[in-house]
Nanobody, 124 residues
Framework: QVQLVESGGGSVQPGGSLRLSCAFS????????LGWFRQAPGKEREGVAT????????YYTDSVKGRFAISQDNAKNTLYLQMNSLKLEDTAKYYC?????????????????WGQGTQVTVSS
């Protein structure tokens, strides 16, 4: 069983930065994928970035390329999402997830374990 706990959300003005953290416990197998997803009110869940263990970045959604960076610290059992140049449309609840291996796609249905989420609000 894998448990994930997100932190680091908050309110920020457009152009600001936040770093989300996801502490995971349990055994992450070598072929696991880790990812960040988000869901805004009235919208479908969206895969933001995924990473294949150990530390191979696999995917960013187009709208965050060049602004967000996913990384993983295995020694600390922590997944990060550095978010820079935040935009109003980045406002959402962000979730980290872990799932079986493969292509580490942005399809949330392929991820077995989820955190409770952390809210990110970008407003002026």
């Amino acid at each position: 069983q894998v448990q994930l706990v997100e932190s680091g959300g908050g309110s920020v003005q457009p152009g600001g930065s936040l770093r989300l953290s996801c502490a995971f416990s349990g055994h992450i197998y070598n072929n696991y994928c880790l990812g960040w997803f988000r869901q805004a009110p009235g919208k479908e869940r969206e895969g933001v970035a995924t990473i294949g263990t150990p530390g191979r970045v696999t995917y960013y959604t187009d709208s965050v390329k060049g602004r967000f960076a996913i990384s993983q610290d295995n020694a600390k059992n922590t997944l990060y999402l550095q978010m820079n140049s935040l935009k109003l449309e980045d406002t959402a609840k962000y979730y980290c997830a872990a799932g079986g291996g493969g292509a580490c796609s942005p399809n949330g249905d392929e991820y077995n374990f989820w955190g409770q989420g952390t809210q990110v609000t970008v407003s002026s």
